[in-house]
């Protein structure tokens, strides 16, 4: 076969090839490929504020402070203002009787999502609160005592989110807490609520009473107490919500026993929970003696609970 019949015969093999498929068209060249518009991208779905500080491993706050509003800008400031000086019936009310007034209008809530509410721990801007469910803002709302007194308290219980911009509360930058539960109470309404031990005769009432004060104040003194560890949330979940301290503290002052000290420790049951020993130390003053007793929780989860009820302690 000469030169020129194998040139004719792969140009018909070739012609047969691309008539039944068999060959690959001719690849893009790089150029091509670099004026190829790009696909499409889907752009970033916002994340709702409530659930900003949800992760896989989430942290819980029981704290007890104090909840104020502010304005978080100058529009939100002068408008509630120009309502305030629309509002009937502001006469002759203070300024923090005329904002609960106008807050607590139902026509006004718009003005309530526009504040920012901080909660204050001893003195100090810890958390900006933000309800987990809308219908929640009318717990803020209640916060806002008409006639605020020093004893004045609010607890609240919830998830602890990322650190507040500077453009959500007027600059103030702390962490955002997600609540579930907000509820508020005067510390002596609260003394008085706590029921007295049966054992406790009526002519030592008002002791019993000012034990409890005692060891209230006692526990939400603690150094650093924002409620945010394990151990703060266990003596804050105690102390709004299990009388038994109180009463074992005013049976040990009748003993001539002083409480010096409250501490906690994780508990040897611990396995695939987070559970919590809180530890009351008294001390005889005559003999310098210690007897503990010590009430075991439950802090794995939000909503801090009972294990063990309060039993003597004994150091291992």
């Known amino acids: ?50 659930v900003e500080g949800a992760t896989s491993n989430p942290s819980y706050v029981y704290a007890i402070g104090t909840v104020e509003p502010r304005f978080p800008t100058l529009a ?13 019936g ?32 001893q003195g100090l801007e ?3 609160l933000r309800p987990r469910d809308p219908a929640d803002f009318d717990l803020l709302v209640e916060a806002i005592r ?19 911009s500077p453009e959500m509360c007027n600059g103030l930058m702390v962490p955002i ?6 509820y508020s109470f005067d510390v002596d309404s609260f003394i008085e609520g706590i029921p007295r031990p049966e054992d406790t005769p009526e002519d030592q009432e008002e002791r019993f009473r000012s034990a409890a004060e005692e060891l209230y104040y006692t526990i939400v003194q603690v150094a650093d107490n924002a409620g945010a560890t394990d151990e703060h949330r266990a003596l804050n979940y105690l102390t709004v919500r299990y009388d038994r301290i109180y009463a074992k503290t005013a049976e040990m002052f009748e003993r001539n026993a002083s409480l010096s000290r409250v501490e906690v420790r994780p508990s040897r049951l611990s396995s695939t929970r987070r559970i919590v020993d809180v530890i009351f130390t008294y001390t005889y003053r005559e003999t310098d003696v210690d007897e503990k007793y010590f009430v075991r929780v439950d802090v794995s989860e939000e909503f801090p609970f009972l294990v063990t009820k309060m039993s003597p302690y004994y150091d291992r």
């Open 1 to 50: 076969m000469t030169e020129q019949e194998r040139e004719s015969a792969e140009q018909q093999r070739e012609v047969i090839g691309q008539a039944e498929g068999l060959t690959q068209p001719p690849a893009r060249q790089p150029a091509e490929q670099a004026d190829a518009p790009a696909p499409p991208t889907n752009p970033p779905q916002p994340t709702p504020p409530e």
């Open 76 to 88: 939100a400031e002068k408008e509630f203002a120009q309502t305030t000086g629309r509002a009937e």
């Open 90 to 121: 502001t006469a002759g009310l203070t300024d923090r009787e005329a904002t609960h007034s106008v807050l607590s209008d139902r026509a006004n809530r718009y003005l309530v999502r526009q504040l920012c509410f901080v909660m204050t721990i």
């Open 126 to 128: 810890t958390y900006i």
């Open 146 to 164: 008409p006639a605020p007194r020093p004893t004045d308290v609010d607890v609240v219980v919830g998830l602890r989110g990322p650190i507040a």
């Open 177 to 182: 807490v997600a609540f579930d539960q907000l």
